[in-house]
């Protein structure tokens, strides 16, 4: 089991990645300086595309349960008697973007969601349809490749993208478990399957698994996957290259101020410094992280670093080089914090106040470089009662001109 430690003062390191400099602070450094460089930098780097209101527009997807390539209308029209195709069940919480393709997950919430894993082209203008990826054969069917459901997504910088599948379907109604957990990479311009990894031996009956990160060792290249075991309180670590997992418990002080509801994990790669998983539970008090070489290597003594106490509630979406995005429960306006000032209210930007009525799920890297955001009335959804089009979800560059 891990330890735990509390966050000491670090240096401050700025990174550009467009520019490839790097300089660390060993002095002091103001933290609202530190606040005011990386908020720049970031937005040089990632929103200057953004130009104005006609761009944003144009780049502006609205996801609804009907917008779907169907192969024809035969098809549509069975799956539609069958009760195959329930419009207003089919939500998406996810996205990863890959040139000027979007994918976009739909967990198998309910019945009637025909796929769990899509994609469509960003020129598609406003209303896109979902076509189903890799195909329409591998969405629930009886093969180990094929899809159930996808409970989170990453894109790697080899063009793979990682699915997470659960193998449990209609987990807000009836959960019914249809296949294992497992893990499918799946080359992104072909829809080839390059890896199936079978998480069985590392899960148990009451796993719930949330969240996947893709890593690359420094050393030898090659993959390693983080997945949030959320009810078990556990990291399980899978050395890809070499078909190995393991189990890593986190130290029980993470989950004490609640019962473990949600398990939010983000990577932090910056190329000078240890690479860090950031985590925490939603009803957590606290931010921890942890070296991923102590996930790797070290799980019977690796330490978990308490990085501070939160405000709130809050809801992790992603990162991009040193900064964390998120929101706090209940609340649209979207955040950021860089991981070189002190986890306090008073280092968290604004980034982005959202829109009422709609609450963001995912920030990540998408189209032209810029950062996107997916967005949506969830909170109806989960209470069934959105229309007969369903949850109303909108995908969009995250800064709004």
């Known amino acids: 089991m891990t330890s735990l430690q509390s966050r000491s003062s670090s240096q401050f390191s700025i990174y550009h990645p467009r520019l490839d ?10 933290e609202g300086l530190q606040r005011l460089v ?35 209308d035969e098809v549509r029209d069975n799956f539609t008697i069958s009760g195959r195709f329930i419009p207003r069940n089919v939500v998406a919480t996810g996205f990863q973007g890959w040139r000027d393709q979007m994918f976009v997950i739909t967990p198998q919430f309910r ?23 890799p195909s329409w054969s591998l969405q629930g069917g009886d093969s180990f490749q094929s899809l159930h459901n996808a409970m989170d997504i990453q894109m790697d910088h080899r063009d793979l993208l990682w699915v997470l599948d659960t193998g449990n379907i209609n987990t807000l109604v009836q959960p019914t478990k249809v296949g294992p957990p497992k893990v499918l990479a799946f080359e992104a311009l072909t829809g080839k399957v390059v890896h199936t990894i079978d998480l069985s031996l590392l899960t ?3 796993s719930r698994l949330q969240t996947i990160l893709v890593d690359y060792s420094r050393q030898t290249g090659t993959p390693w996957l983080y997945i949030a075991d959320t009810a078990a309180r556990t990291i399980i670590v ?28 983000t990577l932090i790669k910056v190329f000078n410094r240890p690479e860090r998983v950031y985590f925490t539970y939603l009803s957590s008090k606290r931010m921890f992280s942890i070296k991923t070489l102590d996930l790797k290597y070290s799980s019977n003594n690796g330490t978990v670093m308490d990085e501070g106490t939160k405000p709130a509630s809050l809801v992790l979406l992603g990162s991009v080089n040193e900064n964390i995005f998120f929101r706090y429960k209940g609340k649209p306006e979207i955040l950021m914090w860089n991981i070189n000032s002190t986890f306090k209210e008073k280092n968290f930007i604004p980034v982005d106040a959202g829109e009422e009525g709609r609450l963001a799920t995912q920030v990540a890297k998408g189209y032209g470089g810029m950062l996107w955001v997916m967005e949506g009335n969830y909170q109806d959804y ?5 229309g007969c089009l369903g949850a109303s979800v909108v995908l969009h560059p995250l800064v709004r001109p």
């Not at 400099?21 to 103001?30: D, G, L």
């Not at 720049?40 to 349960?65: A, H, I, M, P, S």
């Not at 899978?238 to 398990?263: F, H, I, M, T, W």
């Open 38 to 72: 990386s908020l720049l930098l970031l937005l040089g780097g990632c929103w200057g595309e953004v130009r104005d209101g006609k761009y944003f527009q144009d780049l502006c997807f609205r996801l609804t349960g009907s917008g779907v390539s169907w192969p024809s």
């Open 204 to 206: 148990c009956d009451g």
């Open 21 to 30: 400099v790097s300089h660390i602070m060993s002095s002091p450094v103001p």
């Open 111 to 133: 019945p009637g969601i025909p796929f769990t894993l899509s994609k469509f082209d960003i020129f598609q203008r406003c209303f896109p349809e979902l076509q189903p990826f």
């Open 382 to 386: 989960l209470r069934d009662s959105t």
């Open 238 to 265: 899978y050395n890809v290259a070499d078909s190995k997992g393991q189990r890593v418990v986190l130290p029980e002080v993470v989950c004490k101020d609640g019962p473990r509801d949600v398990l939010y994990m």
